[in-house]
């Protein structure tokens, strides 16, 4: 028998989904996650979200007032410099910038750049800045 293990929790911190009718959506997710035991846990101008999750229409204010391409993903950085770096990395390999570094009025210390991959698709790196986490990973073992 071999143990295998997984962390969940230290990749992604938010993926967002651009949807042209959000009442209808809305319906739609909160039933769904509901069923899942997962509340929708608010909603802001033109969005809504449950954990990690963020649905929103195109001209709502995490949008950035225009659809980018299918898919809105953010990945966790562990500080300012990380995501400077990210930035820099993407745009020298083939993405083009869709917000600089600097900080976003989400939340006080809220640290972001956004660029578009190759395909149009909106890939931020953010810092959320000093915190502390109730843990690093979620860490799972199973028996394979």
Do not use: K
């Amino acid at each position: 028998m071999q143990i295998c293990e997984t962390y969940r929790g230290r990749l992604i911190d938010h993926l967002q989904i651009v949807v042209p009718d959000l009442p209808r959506a809305q319906r739609f997710y909160t039933a769904v996650l509901e069923s899942l035991g997962i509340p929708v846990s608010g909603t802001g101008d033109g969005f809504f979200w449950a954990d990690e999750l963020f649905v929103s229409t195109a001209d709502g204010t995490v949008a950035q007032g225009h659809v980018t391409g299918r898919h809105h993903l953010a990945f966790q950085a562990q500080n300012r410099a990380m995501v400077d770096a990210f930035y820099q990395a993407a745009l020298a390999h083939g993405g083009s910038d869709n917000g600089a570094p600097g900080e976003r009025s989400y939340h006080p210390g809220y640290y972001a750049a956004f660029v578009l991959d190759p395909d149009g698709n909106n890939i931020e790196a953010v810092y959320h800045g000093e915190a502390r986490r109730s843990a690093p990973a979620v860490h799972i073992e199973f028996e394979a």
